[in-house]
Every structure is written in C-alpha cells, then in structure tokens.
C-alpha cells in the first residue's frame, strides 16, 4: 500500500471486443491520473505474470467489459476465474474497486455486468467505489452530452450503436469514464492516507 507521500496506484484490467471498451479503459486511466495516480491499463485477455503482479500492487482497480448477452465477456469472466488464486489468499483484500462497461443499447442490461463486477470485488474483500454521479438527460431541458446521461449509479455505462466503431463511442460516456477514473484515485488517495495515519 502507498504511504501520504506517494501517489495512489490505480490499475484498469479490462476486456474490448471490438475496441469500443478500451475507449473507455484508457479514459478511466486518463481520468485517474489526472487525479494524481500512477496508472496501469491491463488487458485481461493478455495479461501476463508481471501484469498480474501490477494488480497485486495497486491500490484500487477498475473492472471493464462489455455487455454481451447480459453478462461481462467470456474473456472477462475467464480472468475473474484466473483470480480465484489471488481469492484463496485474499490479495486483494481492502483495495479499492470500480468497474464500467459498454454495449449497443441505452440499457444493454448493463447494471447486470456492473453488478456482476460488485460480486467479484466482494468475493475478494475489496472496496466498491460508485459513480457519485446524479443521472443526466432526464429532463426536458437536459442534454445527451450529460455526464451519466444513462443514469448509472454502480458505475460508468456507455452505449455504442451496433454500426460504429471505436470512435463512435459517445463522447458523453467517455467523459463519465474520466469522471470515474478522477473519483477512483481520488478515493484511493483519501483512503492510503487514511490508513498510514491510523498506523503512524
């Protein structure tokens, strides 16, 4: 864990399909280091010994995957098997976590892949940092540029029409990405602090 003069170790690990998540993952990262983080973006789908390593040091970590058929992707439930290593001996036990997630419709049944990653942090011992975002574009004078305009509360949701790419991903959710990211680090910083003084 980081002491109050270090900066908080944020990690991504996250899994992209078609690349629109991993617009996302890097404004999670970008957002967390603007908040001071030293960061690491991690793809689950090729993650190696010394990325699992990276996690193990971190002091919060932010789940992403899109939604497909309701749920995270294989690739992502693959890693959170993987994990059950680090579940036996409880490495990640009180860090932080977040998690956001993509798919083609406005709901997607995405609160089920965000929910899915509640679970996982849970079975691990860590800590769950929500969005902290009111909904947006729910009123008649609001806008679909609105942060959160989805209304997500466990994490940031993003929806990509079917026949984009990467680049059409909203720029909307991209910011509420950032916002995650920023709020996450944030979060670790207060809470690194927190327990370096309770043990000084």
Not at 102 to 117: C, I, P, V
Not at 160 to 186: M, S, W
Not at 191 to 199: I, K, M, S, V
């Amino acid at each position: 864990m980081t002491t109050p003069a270090q900066a908080p170790v944020v990690a991504i690990a996250y899994h992209s399909g078609y690349g629109h998540t991993a617009v996302l993952a890097e404004s999670v990262r970008d957002g967390a280091a603007t908040a001071g983080a030293v960061t690491h973006l991690i793809k689950v789908d090729e993650i190696t010994d010394e990325q699992w390593a990276l996690l193990d040091g971190a002091d919060a970590i932010a789940f992403g995957s899109p939604t497909y058929m309701g749920t995270a992707s294989a690739a992502f439930h693959r890693f959170a098997e993987d994990s059950s290593k680090r579940w036996f001996t409880q490495v990640w036990q009180d860090k932080l976590a977040a998690g956001f997630t993509n798919s083609g419709s406005k709901s997607g049944d995405k609160l089920h892949t965000l929910q899915y990653f509640t679970v996982l942090a849970a079975q691990h011992g860590m800590t769950w940092v929500n969005l902290g975002l009111l909904p947006g574009w729910n009123a008649s004078d609001a806008s679909e540029f609105d942060l959160n305009r989805l209304g997500f509360f466990l994490g940031a949701g993003a929806q990509t029409n079917n026949d984009q790419g990467p680049d059409g991903v909203h720029k909307a959710d991209i910011a509420t990405a950032h916002h995650l990211g920023r709020r996450l680090a944030e979060t670790a910083r207060v809470t690194t602090a927190g327990r370096a003084a309770l043990a000084a």
